[in-house]
């Protein structure tokens, strides 16, 4: 069973338009979010990552939402672009351990 | 500094034979990881070295599975014997001391076919 999981699977936007990508967990001894982007044929890069204790995490386009209490988080990308267009990995992290669980994905196209 | 290296990029191999997959971390890095990724499964950690200590060996993996980390700057990943459902890039990540835990730099990945 996924202790992340994500949805959608796949997503489409056009150009200029916020993208929502949407991540929940299980395990409430997580408490470090990062979110990785991953371009065909690389490997994933840090993107942007967010603490349990904070509930909103700015980095330019890039917005994390976070809500302790239903364990959930979202990935905003506003004004999106077609270079956006790559797979988005939710992942977390609990104290206790140096390991990162990662969610299988958000598949996202920007239409020009 | 340069990032992860990963050799090599793609990789054919007949069911039952023996493979070795490289990776050079990012210089000074402690951390060392080994991942699987697949499209049902997402990526799956198959070993964790802490300063070419081994952490983690993967537990589901560990039969036929073995990473090792020789020296502080390459690490291998030997799958022995390889079978199709091995099929899947394999990605290496490593991450420096001091830095938080989910600052992993990955690797390109090698992508392995297994026939």
């Known amino acids: 069973q996924q202790q992340v999981r994500q949805s959608p699977q796949s997503l489409t936007v056009w150009e200029g338009e916020t993208a929502i990508l949407n991540c929940s967990y299980e395990d409430s001894t997580f408490n470090y979010f990062p979110w990785y982007q991953q371009f065909p044929g690389e490997g994933p890069a840090l993107l942007i990552s967010?603490?349990?204790?904070?509930d909103k995490k700015e980095d330019g386009r890039f917005t994390i939402f976070f809500n302790k209490r239903e364990k959930k988080l979202s990935l905003h990308i506003t004004d999106s672009q077609p270079g956006d267009s790559a797979t988005y990995f939710c992942?977390?992290?609990?104290?206790?351990?140096?390991?990162?669980?990662f969610g299988l994905g958000t598949t996202l196209q920007v239409q020009p | 500094d340069a990032g992860v290296t990963q050799t090599p990029r793609h990789e054919v191999a007949e069911k039952g034979q023996t493979i070795i997959l490289k990776c050079e971390p990012v210089s000074g890095h402690n951390d060392l990881f080994w991942y699987r990724q697949t499209k049902i499964q997402g990526l799956e950690l198959l070993s964790y070295f802490r300063s070419k200590s081994l952490m983690e060996d993967g537990g589901a993996f560990k039969d036929r599975f073995k990473a090792e980390m020789l020296n502080s700057s390459f690490s291998t990943l030997k799958i022995q014997p390889t079978e199709p459902k091995d099929s899947a890039v394999y990605l290496c990540?490593?991450?420096?001391?001091?830095?938080?835990?989910?600052?992993?730099?990955f690797g390109p990945g090698t992508r392995l076919t297994v026939l």
């Open positions: 992942a977390a992290r609990t104290g206790n351990t140096r390991k990162l669980i």
């Open positions: 990540a490593s991450r420096r001391l001091g830095l938080s835990s989910y600052e992993q730099y």
């Open positions: 967010i603490s349990s204790v904070s």
